[in-house]
């Protein structure tokens, strides 16, 4: 209940009197759902509740021209949800997400703002409701088909965004790989010493897995545009006109400016979250990625002392209370734990995915804050990481150089002329005396005892000189194939 001090008003609804903070643009249902739901103190993403005024907007407009609804009210109305839209007015929408079953509370959230709003705009008072959240902001409308077509407009709405935060970091770390590609270094398979790779080959990899990331999250939104809006309760269309949902898709692509089609079964669109679900997925898939990106940059930049060192990244704050000139990989850090939030975002979407039952899942809002949620922490986490880190990344050549020069599996290349069993009886060796297979392959070519294993021909040092010249070489072709 409102502070003993706080000024309200009351109102009513079909469970009786309640008072409501007097400044209040929402109302009874918003109010009965804040004190019942009392539960996270989180508040909707402004997605939710732009792509929800849009939806009131277009159907205040396709009401009005059915001659369904008054022109002055569906005047007033479009006022108000443009408000919303522009971002206005966000203070009022105020229920948690953990909320009632499909989202009605968030839907009279928005349709009791937008009526006390045209009230106001039509020279009324907050509370009188000359237009009434139900009748007229909710015409032709339920929770159950504006909720899962409002996920879908504001999952689009910030796609364009979320894509650009992608395109840039791919951008970037394609950017590193052309400066990095003169830089021939160890790889590493199995966190063990493998044949030679450039480090503009590694940052031109994490490029390339970035964009094919994108695209999967591009191909799978298409699916989003497949509107379900005007199926009303259960996918009948009980209580709208026969036109509404024609007019309801092109009213909103024209105003939103996002290319959107008519769901080819109202029925299934109200009952399955099988879309959002997919594009969750994806959102989960470029995770994946990126922790596996970030992991292996906190890998190479490891040390700089005692770890790799291939890599030194731009200090951007102090590591330590304690140590003093510590620096730590902290956006790569940021971006790990951004990343696991986002697959504990998916698996909650996916849950509430299955939860669905007959014609409809009541879990939709929480799928709603979770897949805002999961683009929001995208966005602003993928360019975090790229401003602030992967632009000012700089390679450590003499480290990553001197990496490789001891690196016994260089011997791969010799596998062609003295066989494996003899490459491996060179790298056991070499480990034993502390030497670098170039330096014990020269040793044995100049004693005479380095034998081609098809011909049984001495390989001379020249010959051994030259293959280990050709570090490049090694790094173009078919000795970066193969296992382990």
Known sequence: MPAMSEKYRKERDSLGEIQVPADAYYGAQTQRAVENFNVSHLKPWRAFNWSMAAIKYCAAGVNRDLGLLNPDFSKAIQQAAHEVMDGQWES?????????GAGT???MNINEVLANRATIILGGSLGEYQVNPNDHVNMSQSTN???PTAIRLGCLWRLDELNQAIQN?????????QEFDDIIKSGRTHLQDAVPVRLGQEFHAYACAVERDGERILRSANNLRRLGIGGTATGSGLNAHPEYHTRMVSCLSQLTGIKLVESDDLFESMQSMADMADFSGTLRTLAITLIRIANDIRLLSSGPATGLDEIRLPAVQPGSSIMPGKVNPVLAEMLNMAMFHIIGCDTTICLAAQAGQLELNVMMPIIA??????????????????EKCVIGIQANRNKAEGWLAHNSILVTALNPIIGYAAGAALVKEAQERNLTI????????RLGVLRSQTTGAVVTPIEVDAIFNNLRGFTEGGLLGGEG
């Not at 009022?92 to 009632?100: E, K, L, N, W």
């Not at 970091?169 to 790989?177: F, I, V, Y």
């Not at 170039?438 to 070519?445: I, P, T, W």
Request: proline residues 2%; negative net charge; aromatic residues 8%.
């Open 438 to 445: 170039r330096e014990l392959s020269m040793e044995k070519a």
């Open 169 to 177: 970091l791919a951008s970037a770390l394609r950017q590193k790989g």
């Open 145 to 147: 088909d504006v909720i």
């Open 92 to 100: 009022q929408f105020i229920v948690d997400p953990f909320q009632a």
């Open 105 to 107: 509370s968030h839907n």
């Open 369 to 386: 804050h979770n897949l805002f949620e999961a683009m929001q922490i995208i966005i602003g986490s993928l360019n975090a990481f790229t």
